[in-house]
């Protein structure tokens, strides 16, 4: 072969290489642009569902609305990839969450794909599970964990029951697990983290065995979870969504796989009092002086005070 042949071979093959090269560029551009899209969408409906999470009932004693809030993430979520009112891609969409979570202060739930039979066609469809416990055992003691210092201890040779704050039951008690903060508050974290990572992997398993009956070809699994996230869900009532498998481009080479956190704390930790003064109304900080004797009903919003028409008190200036 001649040499200017020889340089011709490799200048082609030199031209082949670099366009491949450059067509994988451009894609990993549009998959970089794509993921930060993605991540904004899924972080959006994640705060707008935390946002409903803990509500106010008529008492205003605040409870865990997880219907209210898994419903407002699913409608921002649609909005969010432009799917809003179109059912059919709706429901493709719901197929990249294989289950959802809510902490709770005492348990938490997951919300689960099932296989359902309707009008003789098998579908897809999403149920909550019971309430699940943060329950740790061993030979002697059963433990039931809460989100704070609150716990229900048995112990199984007495039978007995102890049911109140860990440091006021260990006096009561000859349980090691509660003698030592350090070692009960890494008992407490370990036990919930388990618990919920062992029955999240149950549900993404069942998942995964239904899948392909519904075209489904992709694995979902459960990613490790930074030991920040964990925290935060320890720590407070909050929202877990795992959104795995959705395609970037129709041929599905690469996918787009997040797990997002969401705290409630947020939306309802500040609340306000609302007092009368000379036929006019102040909302004022629970701590402030005019109402440590009486709070009254609570607000969690200075939107709400101002509707009562209240206004902001000018001592502890919420």
């Not at 093959?13 to 794509?34: C, G, N, P, S, Y």
């Not at 106010?56 to 809003?84: C, H, I, P, W």
């Not at 129709?250 to 609302?274: E, P, Q, W």
Request: glycine share 6%; aromatic share 16%.
């Amino acid at each position: 072969m001649k040499l200017s042949d020889l340089c011709l071979v490799f200048f082609i093959i030199e031209l082949i290489v670099f366009t491949m090269l450059d067509i994988r560029f451009q894609h990993l551009e549009a998959m970089a642009e794509k993921t930060g899209a993605y991540n904004t969408a899924l972080d959006n409906a994640v705060d707008d569902g935390c946002f409903y999470l803990v509500e106010a009932d008529s008492s205003r004693k605040l409870y865990t609305n997880k219907e209210k809030a898994v419903e407002q993430f699913f409608s921002s979520l649609y909005a969010n990839f432009g799917v809003m009112g179109q059912s059919f891609q709706e429901e493709q969409l719901n197929r990249y969450i294989p289950v959802m979570l809510v902490t709770d202060r005492d348990g938490y739930y997951i919300y689960y794909t099932i296989d359902i039979l309707s009008g003789g066609e098998k579908k897809l469809d999403k149920r909550w599970s019971e309430k699940l416990h943060y329950v740790y055992e061993d030979d002697r003691y059963v433990i039931k964990y809460t989100m704070g210092a609150e716990i229900i201890l048995f112990e199984k040779e007495s039978m007995e029951i102890w049911e109140g704050d860990y440091r006021d039951i260990r006096v009561l008690t000859e349980c090691s697990l509660l003698k030592d903060d350090e070692v009960f508050e890494r008992i407490r974290r370990k036990t919930i983290t388990q618990s919920i990572s062992k029955n999240m992997n149950l549900y993404i398993n069942y998942y995964n065995s239904i899948a392909s009956d519904f075209g489904i070809t992709y694995e979902f699994w459960l990613p490790e979870i930074d030991r920040t996230d964990w925290d935060r869900t320890i720590d407070d009532v909050s929202l877990f969504v795992l959104f795995q498998g959705y395609p970037y481009n129709a041929a599905a080479l690469d996918t787009y796989n997040r797990y997002v956190f969401g705290g409630a704390r947020i939306s309802k930790s500040k609340v306000f009092c609302i007092t009368g003064k000379l036929g006019k109304k102040y909302y004022h900080r629970e701590n402030c002086e005019e109402v440590l004797t009486n709070k009254g009903i609570v607000y969690y919003t200075k939107e709400e005070c101002a509707k009562e028409g209240a206004f902001p008190c000018d001592k502890c200036i919420p």
